[in-house]
């Protein structure tokens, strides 16, 4: 087999049928007799450690809502103790344990970890302070750890164009909060998504050909 560089992906072919340029031997010419198989005790362990952390989380957040409205339903405070199990759940199950791609680990945990943080602000009788300073704030790092992720691994750029475009449509969630006046402060919201266009540019300005060609291919430009 052969292998490309530019897109990571072994092919049998003179040329790569993804970006039409010519393959390399690949350096691994160890015959493999049978295939790498995972290590299913591993497995077996964070299946059973996922197993415990839902479960705790949901023993966690029914007993305190439960107490909640039986001691003091006029303020429910369980609603933290609720956002706190749903972020552990998904950090657990989905950010340490699970093997999905990087790209979604960053995602979803901007997306739970902003969640969480809405409802904490509503619950203290909404400041405001979560959708003018720390999801802005938390959708600014995001992007800028992907695109780092993609600056160092080039090769493998492909792997992480959905993400870094979707975290770039999520750059301007924060300017539309302000234009319904759910957030007040319009610099930040302005500036998170003046960061999603500028790096959007930037992409398509100093990427290479390919990736301008699957940004069309995906937006059906």
Same mark, same amino acid.
């Given at each position: 087999?052969? @292998?490309?560089?530019? %897109? ?7 040329? %790569?049928?993804? %970006? ?12 493999? =007799? ?11 362990? *964070? ?12 023993? #966690?957040?029914? &007993? ?23 972020? =552990? ?5 989905? &950010? ?48 800028? =750890? ?7 691994? *080039? #090769? *493998?750029?492909?792997? @992480?164009?959905? @993400?870094?475009?979707? #975290? ?9 909060? @302000? ?9 930040? %919201? ?13 992409? =398509? ?17």
């Amino acid at each position: 087999m052969k @292998y490309c560089y530019h %897109c990571g992906v072994s092919v049998d072919h003179v040329t %790569c049928p993804l %970006c039409h340029r010519k393959v390399a031997e690949s350096i691994d010419n160890e015959v493999k =007799l049978y295939p790498d198989y995972p290590d299913m005790t591993l497995k077996k362990r *964070r299946t059973f450690i996922a197993k415990i952390v839902t479960f705790l989380s949901i023993v #966690m957040a029914s &007993t305190c809502f439960v107490i909640n409205l039986l001691v003091n339903p006029d303020y429910l405070w369980s609603l933290y103790v609720v956002g706190g199990a749903l972020y =552990l759940f998904v950090t657990m199950n989905h &950010t340490i344990l699970s093997s999905a791609h990087t790209g979604s680990k960053i995602v979803l945990q901007v997306i739970s970890l902003s969640s969480v943080l809405v409802i904490m602000d509503i619950t203290s009788v909404f400041q405001r302070w979560s959708v003018n300073f720390a999801i802005p704030l938390i959708i600014i790092m995001a992007t800028l =750890l992907i695109t780092i992720i993609i600056l160092k691994k *080039r #090769m *493998r750029w492909r792997e @992480y164009v959905g @993400y870094i475009l979707a #975290m770039i449509g999520i750059g301007f969630v924060p300017i539309g909060l @302000y234009i319904t006046g759910i957030a007040t402060i319009l610099w930040a %919201c302005a500036g998170t998504s003046l960061y999603a266009l500028l790096t959007l540019i930037g992409m =398509l300005l100093f990427s290479s050909k390919t990736f301008k060609e699957e940004f069309i291919r995906r937006f059906h430009l």
